[in-house]
């Protein structure tokens, strides 16, 4: 796991290394600007015509963005600067990097600093070929301001590969979050990862996010506590038990599968083949009397019964009885995908978590939609919902939960002890500890009916064999993803369905095992 940290705390890293190495800011500086033009090299193609806009703000990460300009004149590129403050603003360390810059490019004629008067000034970068934005970094506080707000559209709207120094102007790098923010293809973030740049759109706003050094390394930090951290792919298989030779069907994890009506029977069988597929010993799908004959055709492996529903296509509380048997009998629960909303429905859900308060249950879909006002038998589970989902949940509004969402999930997995998949790009993971975890794997092709359905499936196989809510919430969230990231290899983003991703669990997990732990499958 990568730990994630807030800018208050990269900013105190800052002041460490200042106050306490007794390393000047403009070593830090120097330190930074270089590495920024390392990463630079490393993940673009560059040539000898290159031409590079940098476009510097009032605070220090201008002043990264002049040193920069600096290296990149003395490498031989052209550099057009343009400096939305001059001397009369610029301050400390970005002022000398300001004057050290307004001297050096005097010898470089096809090179220019220009001090910004008007947005038309920035046309100027429509024949750059690489748009640096070191407007705003840490320093940035709430919405963007004007000109700030309408000289980052405008950057947004010229066709140049993009570069972010630290974050992109705009986004709020606690919470993810920003009304307008550079569209960067590629994000130098500075020390370490900050939590906002992968929480909320912050992932979508960054492209690829690298580190980059202001030379103290990593000891202050390690010091640092942290409850955010990036998933990594070794840890997706880490807690799943092994198969031990002597494994019989009933010992490998057993699924109760709750799921399925008259007019959802798809993400019922989606779900349990999936769970099969992801090593489950036994998977029992439940669905109404109505639909059973369709299910069962429709079927592979996973065993289908079927409770009275008195032809009405759905559960109903009547029904409820029917299943203890097999809700004694399962590992784990997974109930929701597919069930619809009837009120009776919505009953038979409460009754049933009710019942069975401790058990391990994976709620999803319509099952959270029936929980809105019955949140006090959730501890023990997981819960999957997307933000629509969540916000229902809640009670309060998509627009103003996905402002930030992040305290809201986190007081809720705390307070009913239960873990949160909140579903999404990317996927955040909170257990009632107070961390999250979060999935940056997985891509826009997993927009599609289905793929949620997918999710429970693997998250209950995993829940069933292991136990372990956890581990089974990031493991079957990162598996999920990467399955979807090598359908998209072989298919594109446009052309796999959830049934493509049902089928490519089991190579994601080769792929995993194969990578990490290559004697299991001796
Ligand atoms: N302090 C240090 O030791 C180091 C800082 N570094 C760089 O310095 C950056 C932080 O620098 P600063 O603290 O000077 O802050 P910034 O450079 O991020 O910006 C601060 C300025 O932006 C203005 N501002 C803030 N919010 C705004 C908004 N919403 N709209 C418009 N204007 C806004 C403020 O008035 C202030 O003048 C880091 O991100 C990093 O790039 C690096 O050079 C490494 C060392
Ligand atoms: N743009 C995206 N990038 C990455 N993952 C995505 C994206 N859009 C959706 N997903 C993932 O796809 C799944 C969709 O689940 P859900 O909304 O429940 O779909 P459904 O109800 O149709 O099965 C979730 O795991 C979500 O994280
Ligand atoms: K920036």
Same mark, same amino acid.
Request: aromatic share 8%.
């Given at each position: 796991m990568?730990p994630?940290?807030?800018?208050r705390?990269?900013?105190?890293?800052?002041?460490f290394?200042?106050?306490?190495?007794?390393?000047? /800011?403009?070593?830090?500086?120097?330190?930074a600007?270089?590495s920024?033009?390392?990463?630079?090299k490393?993940?673009?193609?560059?040539s000898?015509?290159?031409?590079?806009?940098?476009? @510097?703000g009032?605070?220090?990460?201008?002043? $990264? /963005?002049?040193?920069l300009?600096?290296?990149?004149?003395?490498?031989g590129?052209?550099?057009?600067?343009?400096?939305?403050?001059?001397d009369?603003?610029?301050?400390g360390?970005?002022?000398?990097?300001? *004057?050290?810059? *307004?001297?050096l490019?005097?010898?470089y +004629?096809?090179?220019?600093?220009?001090?910004?008067k008007r947005l038309?000034?920035?046309?100027?970068l429509?024949?750059a %070929?690489?748009?640096?934005?070191?407007?705003l970094?840490?320093?940035?506080k709430? =919405?963007?301001r004007?000109?700030y707000?309408?000289?980052?559209?405008?950057?947004?709207?010229? $066709?140049?590969?993009?570069?972010?120094? $630290?974050?992109?102007? /705009?986004?709020?790098?606690?919470?993810?979050?920003? %009304?307008?923010v550079?569209?960067?293809?590629?994000?130098?973030?500075?020390?370490?990862y900050k939590t906002?740049?992968?929480?909320?759109k912050? &992932?979508?706003? !960054?492209?690829?996010?690298?580190k980059?050094?202001?030379?103290?390394?990593? =000891?202050?930090?390690?010091?640092l506590?942290?409850?955010? &951290?990036?998933?990594? +792919? #070794?840890?997706?298989?880490v807690?799943?038990?092994?198969?031990?030779?002597?494994?019989?069907?009933?010992?490998?994890?057993?699924?109760?599968?709750?799921?399925? @009506?008259?007019?959802?029977?798809?993400?019922?069988?989606?779900?349990?083949?999936?769970?099969?597929?992801?090593?489950?010993?036994?998977?029992i799908?439940?669905?109404?009397?109505?639909? @059973?004959?369709?299910?069962?055709?429709?079927?592979g492996?996973?065993?289908?019964?079927? &409770?009275? %529903?008195?032809?009405?296509?759905?559960?109903?509380?009547e029904?409820t009885?029917?299943?203890?048997?097999k809700? !004694?009998?399962?590992?784990?629960?997974a109930?929701?995908?597919g069930?619809?909303?009837?009120?009776?429905?919505i009953?038979a859900?409460?009754?049933?978590?009710?019942k069975?308060?401790?058990?391990?249950?994976?709620?999803?879909?319509?099952?959270?939609?029936?929980?809105?006002n @019955?949140?006090?038998?959730?501890?023990?589970?997981?819960?999957?919902?997307?933000? /629509?989902?969540?916000?229902?949940?809640?009670?309060?509004?998509? =627009?103003?939960?996905k402002?930030?969402?992040?305290p809201?999930?986190?007081?809720?997995?705390?307070k009913n002890k !239960?873990h949160?998949?909140l579903k999404?790009?990317?996927?955040?993971?909170?257990n009632?500890?107070?961390?999250?975890?979060?999935?940056?794997?997985?891509?826009?092709?997993?927009?599609?009916?289905?793929?949620?359905?997918?999710?429970?499936?693997?998250?209950?196989s995993?829940?069933?064999?292991?136990?372990?809510?956890?581990?089974?919430?990031?493991?079957?969230?990162?598996?999920?993803?990467?399955?979807?990231d090598?359908l998209?290899? #072989?298919?594109?983003?446009?052309?796999?369905?959830?049934?493509?991703?049902?089928e490519?669990i +089991?190579y994601?997990i080769?792929?995993?095992?194969?990578?990490?732990?290559?004697?299991?499958?001796?």
């Amino acid at each position: 796991m990568i730990p994630l940290f807030t800018s208050r705390q990269v900013r105190s890293a800052d002041e460490f290394a200042i106050a306490k190495l007794g390393l000047p /800011g403009l070593v830090l500086m120097e330190n930074a600007a270089r590495s920024i033009f390392e990463q630079i090299k490393l993940n673009l193609p560059l040539s000898e015509n290159t031409t590079f806009g940098v476009v @510097s703000g009032k605070g220090n990460n201008g002043g $990264d /963005g002049f040193a920069l300009a600096r290296h990149l004149l003395i490498n031989g590129y052209k550099v057009i600067v343009i400096a939305l403050a001059d001397d009369k603003e610029l301050k400390g360390d970005a002022l000398v990097n300001f *004057r050290a810059l *307004r001297n050096l490019i005097k010898y470089y +004629p096809d090179s220019k600093l220009i001090k910004y008067k008007r947005l038309n000034d920035l046309s100027i970068l429509k024949n750059a %070929d690489v748009i640096v934005d070191s407007i705003l970094g840490t320093g940035s506080k709430g =919405e963007l301001r004007e000109p700030y707000k309408s000289i980052v559209e405008k950057l947004n709207s010229i $066709d140049a590969f993009k570069v972010a120094v $630290d974050l992109p102007t /705009g986004l709020d790098v606690d919470t993810g979050y920003g %009304d307008v923010v550079f569209e960067a293809d590629l994000t130098v973030t500075l020390s370490e990862y900050k939590t906002g740049l992968f929480y909320g759109k912050g &992932y979508t706003h !960054c492209g690829k996010v690298v580190k980059g050094s202001i030379g103290i390394g990593s =000891e202050y930090y390690n010091r640092l506590e942290t409850d955010t &951290y990036l998933i990594e +792919p #070794e840890d997706a298989f880490v807690n799943i038990p092994l198969k031990e030779p002597d494994l019989h069907k009933y010992s490998a994890g057993k699924v109760l599968l709750i799921a399925g @009506s008259r007019n959802l029977p798809g993400a019922a069988i989606l779900a349990a083949e999936t769970a099969l597929r992801a090593g489950a010993g036994a998977v029992i799908l439940a669905v109404p009397d109505s639909i @059973s004959e369709t299910v069962r055709t429709k079927i592979g492996s996973a065993v289908v019964i079927s &409770y009275n %529903d008195n032809g009405k296509g759905f559960l109903t509380e009547e029904a409820t009885s029917q299943l203890e048997e097999k809700i !004694c009998w399962a590992d784990t629960i997974a109930i929701g995908p597919g069930l619809g909303r009837d009120k009776d429905t919505i009953n038979a859900v409460i009754n049933i978590l009710k019942k069975n308060n401790g058990k391990k249950f994976v709620i999803d879909a319509d099952a959270i939609f029936a929980l809105a006002n @019955s949140k006090q038998y959730l501890k023990n589970s997981i819960l999957t919902p997307h933000l /629509g989902e969540f916000a229902n949940l809640i009670g309060i509004a998509v =627009e103003d939960l996905k402002v930030n969402p992040i305290p809201h999930a986190k007081k809720f997995a705390a307070k009913n002890k !239960c873990h949160l998949v909140l579903k999404g790009a990317p996927t955040l993971i909170f257990n009632p500890a107070g961390e999250v975890f979060v999935n940056t794997t997985g891509n826009q092709g997993m927009a599609k009916f289905g793929t949620g359905d997918v999710l429970t499936g693997v998250i209950s196989s995993f829940l069933a064999q292991s136990g372990n809510n956890e581990a089974s919430a990031i493991s079957g969230v990162y598996l999920h993803s990467l399955a979807a990231d090598l359908l998209a290899e #072989e298919k594109t983003i446009y052309g796999f369905t959830a049934n493509d991703l049902m089928e490519k669990i +089991p190579y994601a997990i080769k792929f995993i095992i194969d990578t990490f732990l290559p004697d299991i499958e001796d």
